[in-house]
């Protein structure tokens, strides 16, 4: 499948020498949906305004639809669709007034109803601006992103401001767009989107791509964790060796690559011994570990899996 | 291309005049304090003696109400509403469209210049029909004369932008335009009257040439020599303003 967005040793680097984005190097064929995760000052906003076209890079190179967005503006603008983290909308016009601007200014516009109908704005049409809630902008300008019918959509944290349906929303309209064959590029913090939403996503850390993968791939090279605690009459060093458990008074926690194993071992020992494990809790590593393992960790060498 | 062009300035000065209209303090400095400083200016000018000039008090007072047009509707206007725009993330937003760096300005730009339009042309048929005014000597230089004017002036509004960082601040950073081009580019007397030495430096300034071209295209007179000198003081002007722009101009607030 041909790759609609390519990023090739990245660099950002904002005057005073912060170096925002340093060596990044992705891509992202057509019809997927590739999210940048990270903490807030990881680059991702700096990156996304590099394939965006909106800056040039301070190094190596990007290429969406196979041009350079930011020397071929003309050429790439009226083929993708861009969602600011931060949109720019007079607040003195109203949301139908601002979709008929920017439908003014984008080459086969949908028309107004329809774009406010996919983003569930048809009843706030003629409120001003300045009278809508956050998530009620963020969703104006996503229904401005889509307007011209793009074929590569970035989004700069879409769901920041929304409630958890306006997020569900969100995504179904998402993921309605990728099965139609756009290609979708969006940051998040929100793990639990990452998880929901991407096809393959990359966890960036200080400007550089730590992990890569789907979703799946990057949780599973992450151990599984269990969590107890031992009644005050057992001793945590009565636990079997081979379990390899940290405890913490009487919290322990074990983290294993192989649950199954693990907590077939521990029932037989808890049954033979007779211990009530209170609170137990066994659950396959998920993203939201993944992902703060790899903020604690503050690894700089990249690991694609 | 070029139907491309015309739809989305026109969507761009579609949203900016509803704009305008909405936004109180900015109609009422562009509709009404032009023409209340023509008057300002006839009555300033019962002081001066007009014989050099060759000029009735009023034909005075309304070629510089052209220039009060250009100052106030133009120039003033357009930095606060590029301030504006800019502080608000709304050129940043739109330079994640299709249309160019030329067409936003632009776009902004053209209810402002559309008011201004209808105001000189106001100035010019209420004078010719109620205040005993001559008709336009050389309409086509009167015309040239205003349009010049009205990229220049947009040219050095957005320049100015530049260095405004907030919509308050704006009333603060055009005032050096407003008051060098008042008393020194002939707005409330003509530079006939200054002394020789003054006048020819006066010359020099952003919007004297373009006031001679005024001046000349409705009142008449002006030797070719003189007003190719202005014509190319006003271009200068303006060249050095688009490169202003397009080297210092903010898309974005500063972070």
């Known amino acids: 499948m041909t790759d609609l967005i390519e990023a090739d040793g990245l660099r950002r680097t904002y005057t005073g020498g912060f170096e925002a984005v340093n060596g990044l190097s992705f891509t992202v064929p057509q019809g997927e949906i590739f999210a940048l995760l990270g903490t807030n000052g990881a680059g991702k906003t700096s990156t996304v305004e590099l394939l965006e076209g909106l800056a040039p890079p301070s190094g190596g190179a990007v290429r969406v639809l196979g041009r350079d967005p930011y020397r071929e503006r003309a050429a790439v603008r009226p083929r993708i669709g861009i969602m600011l983290q931060e949109g720019g909308f007079p607040a003195d016009l109203t949301v139908a007034e601002t979709v008929r601007m920017w439908a003014g200014c984008t080459t086969g516009a949908r028309p107004t109803g329809e774009a406010l109908e996919l983003v569930g704005l048809t009843a706030r049409q003629g409120v001003r601006v300045s009278q809508l809630s956050g998530g009620e902008r963020r969703r104006l300008d996503l229904a401005l992103a889509l307007l011209g019918r793009p074929e590569v959509l970035f989004l700069d944290e879409p769901t920041t401001g929304l409630d958890a349906e306006g997020r569900r929303d969100t995504w179904e309209l998402v993921r309605a767009l990728r099965d139609g064959g756009t290609t979708v590029l969006l940051t998040t913090h929100h793990l639990e989107e990452a998880e929901a939403l991407a096809d393959r996503l990359a966890i960036m850390h200080q400007g550089r791509i730590v992990t890569l993968g789907t979703p799946a791939e990057v949780t599973a090279s992450r151990p599984a964790r269990i969590r107890f605690a031992l009644p005050e009459t057992v001793p945590p060093a009565r636990l079997p060796r081979g379990l390899r458990a940290a405890a913490d008074g009487r919290q322990v926690e074990i983290r294993t690559h192989e649950l199954q194993d693990t907590l077939g071992a521990l029932l037989a020992w808890a049954r033979e011994a007779d211990v009530r494990l209170e609170g137990l809790d066994a659950r396959s590593a998920s993203l939201e570990e993944a992902f703060l393992d790899i903020a604690r960790a503050q690894r700089h060498e990249t690991v694609v899996v | ?255």
């Not at chain 2, 047009?69 to 330079?95: C, D, F, P, Q």
């Not at chain 2, 469209?97 to 402002?112: C, K, Q, V, W």
């Open chain 2, 1 to 255: 291309m070029a139907a491309n062009t015309t739809a989305r300035l026109g969507a761009l000065g579609r949203a900016e005049l509803t704009l305008l209209v909405r936004n109180r303090t900015a109609l009422f400095v562009a509709l009404l304090m032009p023409l209340s400083l023509v008057l300002v200016i006839r009555s300033s000018l019962d002081q001066v003696d007009l014989g050099a000039a060759g000029m009735s008090v009023i034909e005075a007072a309304l070629t510089g109400g052209i220039g009060m047009v250009l100052l106030m509707v133009v120039h003033t206007n357009l930095v606060s509403a590029y301030v504006a725009r800019r502080e608000g993330l709304v050129l940043k937003r739109l330079r994640t469209g299709e249309p160019s760096d030329r067409e936003i300005l632009t776009g902004i730009a053209l209810p402002s210049l559309a008011l201004a339009l209808a105001q000189c042309a106001l100035l010019v048929t209420g004078g010719a029909a109620l205040l005993d005014v001559r008709a336009p000597q050389r309409p086509v230089l009167l015309a040239a004369g205003v349009l010049l004017g009205l990229v220049l002036m947009t040219a050095l509004a957005a320049a100015t932008s530049a260095v405004t960082r907030s919509v308050d601040s704006a009333q603060l950073t055009t005032l050096p335009m407003f008051l060098v081009s008042a008393m020194g580019s002939g707005l409330f007397a003509p530079l006939q009257v200054f002394p020789e030495r003054i006048a020819s430096l006066c010359e020099l300034l952003p919007l004297t040439g373009v006031m001679t071209l005024v001046r000349a295209g409705w009142l008449g007179g002006g030797d070719t020599k003189e007003l190719l000198g202005a014509a190319l003081t006003a271009l200068a002007w303006t060249v050095i303003s688009v490169f202003a722009v397009q080297r210092w101009f903010r898309w974005e607030p500063r972070r």
